[in-house]
């Protein structure tokens, strides 16, 4: 069975980058029906945050990345790589080093000004030292010319030996190293399949000598590549790109990141959009690109108009909810909402566009743009507008038979039916711009439609 995981260390938001690692992680899982595991790289105890934990984990289940086994925190398993740590002590394939901070600062700045590679010289490697105070524990990295593994999207990667010393697997105070603590979690955990970035390729060869030194077979690697920002540099705040929650807060749908997301170094055919039924489906690291994804602003929004545009109307509602905080909802019958929503979901960009285009339907009074309004609601539109508060109880609230309606009053009234139209659209939202007259009318229905014409009435005659 594949095992997939997703190893965040709290020290910060989710953000695109991660959350594209994550994603591609649990496609792969969910692709294979496999298992999703999710962990917490805590070892970092001065940069880890509880709350970054909790954000984390929310920006997942927002995003609808669910967990199969999880939140594990290594914080929380130091025993077991204490006793992984005493195994390989005890085989004599690490050893305790006492060398101290100072001497090997020094060693290593005399290495650099010769010109080489800093690297532990083996001091204590044969001096069988026991566990101890101060001392730290390494690996012994065995006599070998080179590391070499098939990574799935790259193929064969072959790193030389010699560039790698005996490096520490358990520092001084106890603290497994990061390296130590991920392949005793892999391993542990039972993970198949390790996706991440390419920014850990260089990290791979030293895991690979801790499975060795156990004796475990290591996961499958695939290093998928970065995400870049519009500059080609590395994506970060500077590009724009912001947190998930912050994408959630600016009004993009779960699904049309997931969406953008899978786009961002991933690909079948040219197909554009995709539900997360589809990805599951046809997800494939072999269609994963290897040169880097470069994040473009506008595609996203692209795709979150297009996914605004063809969701479901009680989907956008169930999302537009935390959008309508200074509403009561309790006050409008779930029939009115949804038809409010698809008068203007073809007209918004993000959920929040989209909450900001009915705000009209949701206040008791409009609010008046008042340059339109005083542009507008003029006294020469007032018995027009009377006219039309006295038609209301019989005039049909069908969208042709409005336009009839309004075309024929103009006719008759010789005031341009723009000018109508716009007069009437003022008292009905406030503004000069708003999605189509008659389909608002509808919407609002008779009862509303008459409440603010005579609203439009007295601010003419004030
Ligand atoms: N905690 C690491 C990171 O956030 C993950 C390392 C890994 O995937 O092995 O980059």
């Avoid at 260390?9 to 989710?14: A, D, F, I, K, N």
């Avoid at 130091?78 to 100072?102: D, H």
């Avoid at 060795?212 to 695939?222: D, M």
């Avoid at 042709?400 to 309606?405: A, D, F, G, P, T």
């Amino acid at each position: 069975m594949v095992v997939t995981r997703f190893p965040p260390s709290p020290t910060g938001h989710l953000h695109l980058g991660g959350a594209r690692t994550a994603l591609f992680n649990w496609l792969f899982a969910r692709h294979n029906k496999g298992k999703f595991i999710l962990r917490f790289e805590d070892t970092d105890k001065e940069r880890s945050k509880k709350e970054y934990v909790d954000s984390i984990i929310e920006a997942l289940k927002w995003l609808g990345l669910d967990w199969d086994e999880g939140p594990y925190f290594q914080s929380e398993r130091l025993e077991i790589y204490n006793s992984y740590a005493k195994k390989l002590f005890e085989e004599g394939k690490a050893y305790y080093c006492e060398c101290c901070k100072e001497v090997l600062e020094k060693k290593k700045k005399e290495m650099l000004e010769k010109g080489l590679k800093p690297k532990y010289d083996g001091t204590c490697r044969n001096k069988n030292l026991g566990p101890g105070e101060g001392r730290a524990l390494r690996i012994k990295v065995p006599e070998i010319k080179e590391i070499v593994f098939e990574d799935l999207l790259r193929g064969k990667i072959v790193f030389p030996a010699e560039e790698i010393d005996d490096f520490i697997i358990v520092r001084s105070d106890g603290t497994p190293t990061y390296h130590f603590a991920v392949v005793i979690d892999d391993i542990t955990m039972g993970i198949t399949h390790v996706i991440r970035g390419d920014d850990h390729i260089s990290n791979t060869p030293k895991q690979l000598l801790i499975y060795e030194a156990l004796g475990a077979y290591p996961p499958e690697f695939a290093h998928i590549p970065m995400v870049l920002g519009p500059d080609g540099a590395r994506l970060s705040k500077r590009h724009g790109a912001k947190s998930i929650s912050e994408y959630r807060e600016a009004g993009f749908l779960p699904k049309a990141l997931i969406n953008y997301l899978a786009r961002l170094g991933w690909g079948y055919g040219d197909q554009e959009y995709f539900t997360v039924e589809e990805l599951i489906e046809k997800f494939d690291l072999r269609d994963v690109n290897l040169s880097p994804a470069r994040f473009d602003q506008d595609k996203l929004l692209a795709i979150n108009a297009y996914w605004i545009r063809n969701s479901d109307n009680k989907y956008l509602l169930e999302n537009l909810k935390s959008f309508f905080k200074a509403y009561d909802l309790r006050n409008f019958s779930e029939e009115y909402l949804l038809s409010a929503i698809e008068t203007v979901k073809t007209r918004s960009k993000t959920l929040l566009e989209m909450a900001e285009m009915m705000e009209f339907y949701l206040v008791e009074e409009v609010k008046y743009d008042l340059d339109s309004a005083k542009k507008f609601l003029v006294p020469e539109i007032k018995p027009l507008l009377q006219k039309i508060i006295e038609d209301l109880k019989d005039l049909p609230f069908d969208e042709k038979k409005l336009e009839e309606y309004f075309r024929n009053l103009a006719e008759k009234s010789g005031i341009k039916l723009k000018n109508i139209a716009q007069a009437v659209r003022i008292a009905l939202t406030g503004k000069m711009v708003s999605p189509g007259l008659f389909e608002i009318m509808k919407v609002l229905g008779k009862e509303r439609v008459k409440k603010r014409l005579e609203k439009a009435l007295k601010f003419i005659e004030s």
